[in-house]
């Protein structure tokens, strides 16, 4: 008899103030790409998914409504939120272990945030935690449950490489042995993603009446093969694996055919990365009339006046791009690997084809000063990106970055929700400056987007507003003593 398998994830919309307030929500869409592979194997599966859901008490009635034999939390590993492991995500995902458990089902559980700590989530109540992208454990752990329902917890983890558990004849309960690094993508992630577990409908009418037209995201790949000393990667380390250009439209097609989006975000952490691919990508959907407008993330150094070119054919609307900082000395501590001469051709170059494009700015970086400050405020003067992010250097485990600060960490580790924007290290200044500053950067992309004649009035008032802050500066030092949030 098959295995009753729910798959779910932790991340609640409503428990992240900004997000739920910018009101773009997408499918998990990793969840639902290994709930295809299980259901695959021949088990009846079912969804809770979090997104949009009211919070933990719906998971409780999913369960009553429902009973598993077995729960699988797998965090979405396409939603750059999950890297960030944030607290409210965490106590849900804990939550939500004890009430499975309360209720008799086996927990397996996934995630950035669980390969780093997994003692949390065991403490918690979860039988095993899969290290990285954890699909052969997964397959092993539910396949011995299928052999015999009743096998005891002990022998059903034992010997499996690749996941976290508690030793069960240890009073101290100490991990037993895992493998240590993130894994390649698992080759075995093909078929296309369980689509009909989700409520598209749901997430349509959010996006229609909070902008007025619908998205949905998908994949071409998985991993990034570049090195920036602050990017955590404990699913897939530095591992890059592109699908076939052609299943790559075949499922935009797909999408464009059963649900009728009229924008896709293509979650990927590097999309497209060779022109040869792009371009083969563009034939395909020409060939089956699949193209949707997409949006993209991608690097600097990758936008080739070709890779523009070829972007903008294949139906590119907007691509993002990690600019971090104006400074060239703060890329280079980073190890980006990028320059600032590349951020302004990018933009140039995307620009005259028609491409929005997006910069990610990150404020913060250990050993950045105020002139590197002023050198990102530079860059989006001179770059005149479409529309900014920006956030605060956030230490995650397993990066360079998070070693060349750990020992100055705190109590805080972890932000509490995305909003936060707290510096949780000795950083050159306070939080509030920097919130500050965003404010003011993003102010500056508004300013420029104004008519010449309405610009000039406001760009006074806002020239002011960053020589205030400069003169204040020295007052936002954190000194030996000095308070960090």
Request: with cysteine; hydrophobic share 40%; net charge negative.
């Amino acid at each position: 008899m098959p295995l009753k398998i729910q798959f779910g994830h932790s991340y609640f919309l409503k428990y992240d103030p900004k997000q739920w307030e910018r009101g773009k929500p997408y499918p998990p869409l990793a969840t639902i790409h290994v709930a295809a592979l299980l259901r695959q194997a021949g088990h009846h599966l079912t969804l809770f998914d979090a997104m949009l859901s009211d919070g933990v008490e719906d998971y409780a009635r999913s369960l009553e409504v429902a009973p598993p034999d077995v729960v699988v939390l797998y965090e979405d590993n396409f939603n750059f939120l999950t890297k960030m492991c944030l607290a409210r995500m965490r106590e849900a995902a804990c939550r939500m272990i004890a009430e499975a458990r309360a209720r008799g089902a086996r927990v397996i559980v996934a995630g950035s945030d669980a390969s780093d700590h997994p003692d949390a989530f065991l403490h918690a109540g979860a039988h095993a935690v899969l290290q990285g992208e954890g699909i052969a454990a997964l397959l092993e752990l539910v396949r011995r449950l299928d052999a015999d329902p009743a096998m005891e917890t002990r022998q059903w983890v034992s010997g499996i490489a690749g996941i976290s558990t508690f030793a069960q004849d240890s009073a101290a309960r100490t991990l037993q042995p895992r493998r240590i690094g993130a894994q390649p993508p698992d080759p075995a992630l093909t078929m296309r993603p369980a689509w009909d577990l989700v409520d598209i409908e749901r997430y349509r009418a959010m996006w229609l009446q909070r902008h007025g037209y619908f998205s949905l995201n998908m994949a071409a790949s998985r991993g990034c093969p570049f090195r920036c000393n602050w990017c955590a990667k404990p699913i897939w380390g530095n591992h890059y694996r592109q699908r076939a250009a052609r299943e790559t439209a075949a499922e935009m097609a797909y999408l464009k055919e059963a649900f009728a989006p009229d924008h896709i975000w293509m979650a990927d952490d590097i999309f497209g990365f060779h022109v040869e691919w792009v371009s083969e990508f563009t034939a395909h959907l020409n060939a089956c009339a699949g193209s949707i407008p997409f949006t993209i993330q991608t690097r600097a150094d990758l936008i080739s006046e070709r890779m523009a070119a070829a972007l903008r054919e294949a139906g590119c609307k907007e691509a993002w791009i990690g600019a971090e900082s104006g400074s060239q000395r703060v890329l280079d501590a980073m190890t980006k690997g990028t320059t600032v001469v590349e951020l302004i051709t990018a933009r140039e170059r995307l620009g005259s084809h028609g491409v929005r494009v997006g910069f990610f700015i990150q404020l913060g970086y250990a050993g950045e000063q105020l002139s590197d400050l002023l050198a990102t405020r530079q860059l989006i003067e001179q770059a005149g990106p479409d529309e900014i992010g920006v956030s605060v250097s956030y230490p995650l485990p397993g990066t360079k970055f998070y070693e060349q600060v750990k020992a100055q960490l705190g109590a805080k580790t972890h932000w509490r929700d995305s909003d936060d924007l707290s510096i949780m290290f000795r950083g050159t200044y306070d939080s509030e400056f920097y919130r500050r500053v965003r404010d003011l950067m993003h102010e500056q992309v508004t300013l420029q987007h104004l008519k010449a004649g309405a610009q000039t009035e406001a760009r006074s008032a806002h020239d002011a507003k960053w020589d205030a802050l400069i003169a204040l500066h020295e007052g936002h030092l954190c000194g030996a003593g000095g308070a960090h949030v």
